[in-house]
């Protein structure tokens, strides 16, 4: 059975859409990483989860590709603070009970500790999805835009169960 891993931010959960609303009503800029890492830091992940939302349905979706017995799922996130895989283990555990939850401390690569080779990555991030390639893994990117990528792309989590994927 293959291993699928899943972004969190961006795939499973709104938070990054959250996330710039914030930054552009507060004038926060992307340039301004420490401005960003303190927001993070600081932030009740409890709350903000909830308030993001999922994205389009997204975990009763996970909950079909699980039935579907094709993968081994898992999330796999990057996280900027204990609190926040804290909070995103309770979340999951209540949503998703008995799916692994693997945080990354951000700064560091996916690949630094998950085995790609083989395995399955879904996420929004090119940089990811191309060091997992690196790796010898499968990457899926994840976009509800109608640009061109060099992966594979789905637009819904639903098409995992009907992608053919060849390792």
Known sequence: MLKLYLDCDGV???????????FD?????????????????????NKFIIEA???DNSIS????????NLYEVNILTH????????????????????VNI?????G?????????KGNILVDDYLGNLDDWYQKGGIPVKFSNRNKECR???????????????KN
């Open 12 to 22: 499973i959960l709104d938070t990054i859409n959250k996330s710039y609303d914030y």
């Open 25 to 45: 009503k507060h004038g926060i800029k992307f340039e301004d990483q420490n401005a960003i890492r303190k927001y993070y830091q600081d932030l009740d992940w």
């Open 53 to 55: 939302g999922e994205i």
């Open 61 to 68: 979706k996970i909950k079909e590709i699980i039935a579907s």
């Open 79 to 98: 996280v900027n603070s204990d609190n926040e895989i804290e909070a995103k283990k309770k979340y999951f555990s209540k949503h998703l009970p008995g």
């Open 102 to 106: 693997i945080g990354v401390p951000k």
């Open 108 to 116: 560091i690569k996916k690949t630094d500790y998950i085995e790609a």
């Open 151 to 165: 992966y594979t792309k789905i637009t819904d989590l639903r098409d995992l169960i009907n992608l053919k994927i």
